[in-house]
Nanobody, 124 residues
Framework: QVQLVESGGGLAQPGGSLRLSCAASGFTFSSYAMSWARQAPGKGLEWVAGISSDESDTYYADSVKGRFTISRDNAKNTVYLQMNSLEPEDTALYYC?????????????????WGQGTQVTVSS
């Protein structure tokens, strides 16, 4: 069965960095776009970044542009989110999600599997 397992979350200081990983199994990873989304306490789901199946196209939310980088290793069935210059506003539960398409979108119904999430807390 399809599994998405996130890791790499934790506590970081403002200005610090974290690298999230999402290990995928149970499907042909290289055939589908992947995205990261986050949800802060009391707030709705926010799309953070997405990457197409062949890595040719990425998107970023305005709130993270220039600070976060999404990448994938199709040989390792893993998608990453490098987060630099972290801000307290980045505190949230981060999810990776598998798209039903080859290009990443920000439409929730176009994602059919989600990981359990990894907590990121940015605080001094």
């Amino acid at each position: 069965q399809v599994q998405l397992v996130e890791s790499g979350g934790g506590l970081a200081q403002p200005g610090g960095s974290l690298r999230l990983s999402c290990a995928a199994s149970g499907f042909t990873f290289s055939s589908y776009a992947m995205s990261w989304a986050r949800q802060a306490p009391g707030k709705g789901l926010e799309w953070v970044a997405g990457i197409s199946s062949d890595e040719s196209d990425t998107y970023y939310a305005d709130s993270v542009k220039g600070r976060f980088t999404i990448s994938r290793d199709n040989a390792k069935n893993t998608v990453y989110l490098q987060m630099n210059s972290l801000e307290p506003e980045d505190t949230a539960l981060y999810y990776c999600a598998k798209s039903i398409r080859t290009r990443a979108t920000i439409t929730k119904y176009e994602y059919d599997y989600w990981g359990q999430g990894t907590q990121v807390t940015v605080s001094s």
